[in-house]
């Protein structure tokens, strides 16, 4: 069985196809999590075509019923959180915010309209996404809590 090579492209670069985003994707979200009540694996996400990244076209690609309720929040807001370094840190959370700085960049670099949803209530599936070269939802995906 042969192995097959991983494509490593810069951050400063886009990536020119979809199967070759997701690779990155994967690797920039490895061992991250997202804080909230409970701490929760980041994975990537790959939707379908879309026409705009919305609140119904999000539930309609998660197969959420329509009337679910949904909250639409900035990209940038959200990350601001997870990239700022604060002056307690240490190397593991300096390291951290890195890899939160280089995932944002990377999804800014690739996918276009990114947006953050929250579904649920109490128990939240947290998408953030956009829209890549070919017109699909891409992005990652994970869960919080909020009570």
């Known amino acids: 069985?042969?192995?097959?090579?991983?494509?490593?492209?810069?951050?400063?670069?886009t990536v020119s196809n979809q199967?070759?985003?997701l690779e990155q994707i994967?690797?920039?979200s490895e061992g991250l999590y997202y804080i909230s009540e409970t701490d929760a694996e980041i994975t990537p996400f790959v939707g379908g075509?879309?026409?705009?990244?919305?609140?119904?076209?999000?539930?309609?690609?998660?197969?959420?019923?329509?009337?679910?309720?949904?909250e639409e929040r900035d990209f940038t807001e959200i990350f601001k959180r997870l990239t700022k370094?604060?002056?307690?840190?240490g190397?593991?959370?300096?390291?951290?915010?890195?890899?939160y700085a280089a995932l944002k960049e990377l999804l800014e670099k690739n996918l276009k309209d990114l947006k953050v949803f929250k579904i649920g209530t109490i128990?939240?599936?947290?998408?953030f996404v956009g829209l890549n070269a070919e017109?699909?939802?891409m992005g990652i995906k994970t869960k919080a809590v909020e009570t």
Do not use: F
């Open 91 to 99: 190397e593991d959370e300096t390291a951290t915010t890195a890899k």
């Open 135 to 137: 017109g699909v939802l």
């Open 26 to 28: 994967k690797n920039a």
């Open 49 to 70: 075509g879309a026409e705009s990244v919305s609140k119904e076209e999000i539930l309609r690609q998660t197969k959420n019923a329509l009337d679910t309720p949904i």
């Open 1 to 13: 069985m042969r192995k097959r090579k991983r494509k490593i492209v810069k951050l400063s670069e």
């Open 123 to 127: 128990e939240l599936d947290v998408y």
């Open 19 to 21: 199967d070759d985003l």
């Open 85 to 89: 370094i604060q002056d307690w840190y």
